[in-house]
């Protein structure tokens, strides 16, 4: 199966109709640690048509989900992300909320851009996350894994970080400077925080950005960086759902997923997308 739940999905809920757009995006490029994340897309939508219509007591496939082609991830990483910031875009223009799967982080930037470019408002990032990406480079790339969150603060949007806990001087420095709001994994976890209210001026619109790193790896060892000392999956999830609270969901990402033949970690992706959808 091809699509998104599509085990379960009537006739009418993957119609164009659909209020979820979901979005492939098999991109590998400058993963620098563990490798795989160009499989993740196509292993969370296997998986997920194993899943249940229910999910924290409700059913957001009753509105629709609608599984696109997948992005073409070859060429110029610049021509990759408008590739996938044309697709948000679209989705959001037609009233839809673009669910985009990867893939390594670095897509975040091109799907932001394109729900950005369509709402012509200001947008919040709620990022869970075992790093911060707020490097200018990696690796000498400005594209990379590591700078994707540096280049959306650099594009003036809000930042508010759960659950990091590896670092460097020149990330600390950007949160100061871009105003980042943060509470880091030690803390969360430490104190087991399930619930932190965003700043009051933190915008209404919210996109939500989940690098599956940011779980312990007890939970979720199939992604490139692995760090201990990670959130709990239903913190890490109650977490973005208050976020979510009072605010709009425009778009989310799910990335860092990469497969390693067990078939644990591939449900719990699908599970973390679909219960993500359920708090839009």
């Given at each position: 199966?091809?699509?998104?739940?599509?085990?379960?999905?009537?006739?009418?809920?993957?119609?164009?109709?659909?209020?979820?757009?979901?979005?492939?995006?098999?991109?590998?490029?400058?993963?620098?640690?563990?490798?795989?994340?160009?499989?993740?897309?196509?292993?969370?939508?296997?998986?997920?048509?194993?899943?249940?219509?229910?999910?924290?007591?409700?059913?957001?496939?009753?509105?629709?989900?609608?599984?696109?082609?997948?992005?073409?991830?070859?060429?110029?990483?610049?021509?990759?992300?408008?590739?996938?910031?044309?697709?948000?875009?679209?989705?959001?223009?037609?009233?839809?909320?673009?669910?985009?799967?990867?893939?390594?982080?670095?897509?975040?930037?091109?799907?932001?851009?394109?729900?950005?470019?369509?709402?012509?408002?200001?947008?919040?990032?709620?990022?869970?996350?075992?790093?911060a990406d707020l490097?200018?480079?990696?690796?000498?790339?400005?594209?990379?894994?590591?700078?994707?969150?540096?280049?959306?603060?650099?594009?003036?949007l809000k930042l508010?970080?759960?659950?990091?806990?590896?670092?460097?001087?020149?990330?600390?420095?950007?949160?100061?400077?871009?105003?980042?709001?943060?509470?880091?994994?030690?803390?969360?976890?430490?104190?087991?925080?399930?619930?932190?209210?965003?700043?009051?001026?933190?915008?209404?619109?919210?996109?939500?950005?989940?690098?599956?790193?940011?779980?312990?790896?007890?939970q979720m060892p199939?992604?490139?960086?692995?760090?201990?000392?990670?959130?709990?999956?239903?913190?890490?999830?109650?977490?973005?759902?208050?976020?979510?609270?009072?605010?709009?969901?425009?778009?989310?990402?799910?990335?860092?997923?990469?497969?390693?033949?067990?078939?644990?970690?591939?449900?719990?992706?699908?599970?973390?997308?679909?219960?993500?959808?359920?708090?839009?």
């Amino acid at each position: 199966m091809n699509s998104f739940l599509e085990s379960e999905l009537t006739v009418l809920e993957r119609a164009e109709t659909a209020k979820f757009r979901v979005i492939p995006v098999p991109l590998e490029r400058t993963v620098s640690y563990g490798a795989g994340t160009a499989n993740g897309p196509a292993a969370i939508i296997s998986a997920s048509n194993e899943l249940e219509r229910l999910t924290n007591g409700s059913e957001p496939c009753a509105q629709g989900i609608k599984t696109e082609a997948p992005i073409d991830c070859t060429g110029a990483l610049p021509s990759v992300m408008e590739r996938i910031a044309k697709r948000t875009e679209a989705a959001v223009n037609a009233g839809k909320i673009p669910v985009t799967l990867g893939g390594e982080h670095s897509l975040s930037y091109g799907a932001v851009m394109g729900v950005a470019r369509a709402l012509k408002r200001p947008i919040g990032i709620v990022q869970i996350d075992a790093h911060a990406d707020l490097r200018v480079a990696y690796q000498g790339n400005t594209h990379s894994h590591a700078s994707v969150m540096h280049l959306l603060s650099q594009e003036g949007l809000k930042l508010a970080q759960f659950g990091v806990r590896a670092l460097c001087q020149q990330e600390q420095d950007s949160r100061t400077k871009n105003g980042v709001f943060f509470k880091d994994a030690e803390e969360l976890v430490v104190d087991n925080i399930h619930a932190v209210d965003l700043p009051d001026d933190f915008p209404q619109d919210i996109y939500v950005s989940f690098d599956v790193d940011g779980l312990d790896p007890s939970q979720m060892p199939a992604t490139g960086t692995p760090v201990p000392g990670g959130l709990g999956y239903y913190q890490a999830l109650r977490l973005v759902e208050h976020a979510l609270q009072g605010r709009n969901c425009v778009g989310l990402d799910v990335v860092e997923f990469a497969p390693d033949g067990n078939a644990a970690w591939d449900f719990t992706a699908a599970q973390i997308v679909y219960r993500l959808m359920a708090a839009c």
